[in-house]
């Protein structure tokens, strides 16, 4: 435990401070938005964050409904907790954005639509898996996961399919679409930074998980040595 | 509104957030250890 403080801790710290320093004083202010456009950094590597971490408690949870593994069912739950944060900080930083650039802090459109149904699928994920009195808990978790990412490409994509108030896409959206280099730049070192903040997260909250299987499991066996 | 207020605020929320997840986390572990040891001892 104290091992795990010893490393997290500062990696946390230097990653966000990292991160921090370089949107907020390195990079280039936006000509169109101004200074407001450097929570798009933060916004976006949450949302990459968060779209990879339901891709791992899908693999996961598939692989639970295969193999029955409780090592699968503890990244399922751990991937999709840090998920479900990561995703709340897309949202989040998305209504801070759009407010001084739109008017407005919220908007049905597609997008924020099909993104608040996704973080709202895996809140009701981990309620499950906290509430159900089940035996099978694992088991309808994980196909509610497998059903639960189906959201996810219509989330990537509704910004393709619809006409919405969320900007285009800026990387793949076709020839006119793109970023300037210095901002690209700062881009893909939010992304890498998040991407191993949210390995970190996964790796803890998966120790966690464990630790609590063998709680669970303790526990079991002494209310059945009491039984006997 | 000086747009400036809601930058801030965007990384306000983000270091609160991400530290304080941290934070939850490590507590928790250390909360579900102690329970552990003390299952233990009690056997």
């Known amino acids: ?228 | 509104m000086n747009s400036i207020i809601f930058l801030r605020t965007a990384y306000i929320i983000s270091w609160v957030v991400y530290a304080g997840y941290l934070g939850r986390l490590l507590l928790r572990m250390r909360l579900v250890e102690a329970e552990r040891k003390e299952m233990e001892q009690s056997k």
């Open chain 1, 1 to 228: 435990m104290k091992k795990l403080a010893l490393i997290s801790i500062p990696l946390v710290l230097i990653l966000l401070g990292l991160t921090s320093y370089l949107n907020l004083a390195v990079a280039p202010t936006e000509a169109t938005m101004g200074d407001v456009q450097r929570i798009f950094y933060y916004h976006v590597a949450s949302g990459w964050v968060g779209m990879f971490c339901f891709f791992v408690n899908f693999v996961a949870s598939i692989w639970y409904l295969w193999k029955r593994s409780p090592q699968s069912d503890a990244l399922a739950a751990a991937s999709a907790e840090v998920g479900v944060v990561f995703c709340a900080m897309l949202l989040l930083l998305g209504t801070l954005w759009a407010r001084p650039v739109w008017g407005i802090w919220w908007t049905w459109d597609a997008r924020l639509t099909t993104t608040l149904v996704l973080w709202l699928i895996y809140v009701s994920y981990l309620i499950l898996r906290r509430f159900s009195t089940s035996g099978q808990t694992q088991v309808l978790a994980a196909a509610f996961a497998v059903f639960g990412f189906a959201d996810v490409p219509i989330v990537y994509m509704s910004i393709r399919w619809f006409r919405t108030q969320h900007p285009s896409p800026v990387i793949g959206g076709g020839p006119d679409s793109g970023l300037a280099p210095a901002i690209m730049q700062t881009l893909l070192i939010n992304v890498a930074a998040f991407t191993l903040l949210g390995l970190v997260y996964i790796w803890l909250s998966y120790k966690l998980q464990r630790e609590e299987q063998a709680l669970e499991a303790a526990h079991a066996q002494a209310a059945l040595r009491g039984a006997a």
